[in-house]
């Protein structure tokens, strides 16, 4: 399948650069390009592996295209995964991962999508090239708001107070024997 990977050097430990790309609502409308409009499904409150996001895009404004997504894996510091469950018609499989490795001061922040698009042969071959053209010029501009996300003191001070927030009831959970969201 088509790939498109964006990466970039964040000066954040993992752990905060992981935080800062799973925020969520109007702090995360604020730094990314693409979200016009995001929520978690199904009463979920924080994001984990089988959890489903509803999506807007903001590329044509309030008839952008929609996707739901789940997360298929959640490993953080290191990494995170999702899934197209419905989305745009044009895509047969759509699916994006983040991966985040110390790197000097900082972190190395890795994006990237993986798709597939519908049709017959001649069609899906034009649909690539459109897709690594506009996708890949998507997510670098998201990249690079990631980056700059990572450097707002508002941003950072959410995302601290989300990982220190998951860190307090995962060990709520441990305590209890519960298994960990």
Known sequence: MPQVSADVHVPVPPELAFAVSQTHGAIRRGWDP?????HFLDGAQHPATGVRTFTRSAFLGPISPTMVSEYVSWRPPTSVGMTMVSGPPFFSRFGGGWRFTPDGDGTRAVW??????????????????????LLGRE????????????????V???ARADLEA????????????EPRA
């Open 34 to 38: 693409f979200i016009r409009e995001q």
């Open 166 to 177: 998951r860190a307090a009831l995962e060990a709520q959970e441990s305590a209890k024997g």
């Open 156 to 158: 950072v001070f959410v």
């Open 112 to 133: 990237k999508y993986t798709y597939d698009v519908v049709g017959p042969p001649w069609f899906r071959r034009i649909g690539v090239t459109i897709g690594q053209w």
């Open 139 to 154: 997510i670098r501009k998201r990249i690079d708001a990631f980056a700059a996300a990572c450097r707002d003191e508002q």
